[in-house]
């Protein structure tokens, strides 16, 4: 860990508690009162409790939601390990502001305001409108012969989702979805994830976009050969170090933003592999994010699984999805504005007149 980065996550994790058992409490008596066996809505009486007791205070509809969708390129794509050129990550930036991908539709439907920024992709945008200009380099370093970022880089990806998420909060958002773009991700997650975890490189390893057979035993040699250059025993490596050395300046940006959210007592909703290793690096940095922390559903990425189980979290959905984008998050949404629109909304045993259980 070197210094800037040290002190910028020091400065994002100060003041972060966990969310508050009292509020807990108080959001399971009420969902006891109401006019249903007790425990009858299963998860997602306990939705509702963790986002009570996150807000500190008793929800109701309609819940303020963004979803921002951090954008970044990676140099490791030199090496093969995508089956789609990393021109594809412009070209889907451009797809977001026209309105034209799963996240867009999602987003539409469920009421999200969606953000899309560029942190780190290897374009010029010229100032397009819509965008949310943060560029930090126009991409990482290959991380097979060099650390992917500078530690000024990796700080200043820090802040950009440290203030996107301070902005937010100050609109009023009570939830974010956290999701990315980028070309070459998953093997910068797979590498965190073996960092994080310590597990094998091919059980953190997926075929990301696609990949034949062949290009997938690439891949996993890749990562292992990445994980042998900078970490000599990589279960010990301390969390930014991890993300200067094989993280992406978007994943950098969503670690930030996860910070500072927790900091804010903002529920953050993971989307799949890529965000979920941001996640696993702010909770490696400080463990009182996890109390925060919601799946927004399990990904067909190997590694995905891995990390939530690191976690401890149980996903909302299990839809065979593998998108990115933020587009799990922002389904889980629905799930979750249902749970507090039951939370908030249902009659309680007293005021409907309704007789309780008596054994």
Not at 124 to 134: C, K, Q, S, V, Y
Not at 277 to 284: E, S, T
Request: charged share 20%; net charge neutral.
């Amino acid at each position: 860990m070197t210094q800037l980065s040290a002190r910028v996550a020091t400065e994002l994790v100060r003041g972060i508690e966990p969310p508050d058992e009292t509020w807990r409490t108080r959001a399971r008596a009420r969902l006891d009162t109401l006019t249903k066996p007790l425990g009858s809505l299963g998860r997602l009486e306990d939705l509702a409790a963790q986002l009570v007791a996150i807000r500190r205070e008793h929800l109701v509809l309609p819940l303020n939601k963004a979803a921002f969708i951090f954008a970044a390129d990676h140099g490791i794509t030199a090496e093969g390990v995508s089956a789609y050129p990393s021109a594809v990550t412009r070209q889907m930036v451009l797809n977001f502001l026209a309105g034209g991908a799963a996240v867009n539709a999602l987003a539409r439907l469920h009421c999200v305001t969606l953000h899309v920024v560029d942190v780190g992709v290897d374009a010029d945008f010229n100032n397009i409108a819509g965008l949310r200009h943060h560029k930090v380099a126009n991409g990482t370093k290959n991380m097979l012969r060099d650390a992917a970022m500078t530690d000024e880089e990796l700080s200043r990806a820090l802040r950009v989702g440290a203030q996107l998420a301070d902005e937010a909060v100050g609109a009023g958002h009570a939830l974010l979805a956290v999701g990315e773009m980028g070309i070459g991700n998953t093997t910068s997650a797979s590498a965190i994830t073996c960092a994080i975890t310590g597990c094998a490189e091919s059980l953190a390893t997926g075929r990301g976009t696609g990949l034949s057979d062949a290009a997938y035993m690439h891949k996993i040699a890749i990562v292992t050969a990445i994980l042998k250059k900078h970490f000599a025993n990589h279960a010990s490596a301390a969390p930014l170090e991890v993300l200067r050395c094989v993280g992406g300046l978007e994943i950098a940006a969503m670690t930030g933003m996860i910070l500072a959210a927790a900091r804010s007592h903002v529920v953050i909703v993971a989307d799949g592999f890529i965000s979920t290793a941001a996640a696993a690096l702010a909770v490696a940095f400080e463990p009182r994010v996890a109390g925060y922390l919601i799946a927004g559903h399990r990904s067909e990425e190997p590694g995905h699984r891995l990390l939530l189980d690191y976690l401890k979290l149980t996903p909302i959905l299990s839809l065979d999805m593998r998108l990115g984008e933020g587009s799990g998050a922002v389904l889980a949404m629905s799930i979750l504005e249902s749970a507090i629109g039951l939370y908030s909304q249902m009659a309680t045993f007293a005021s409907a007149g309704v007789s309780e259980a008596s054994l």
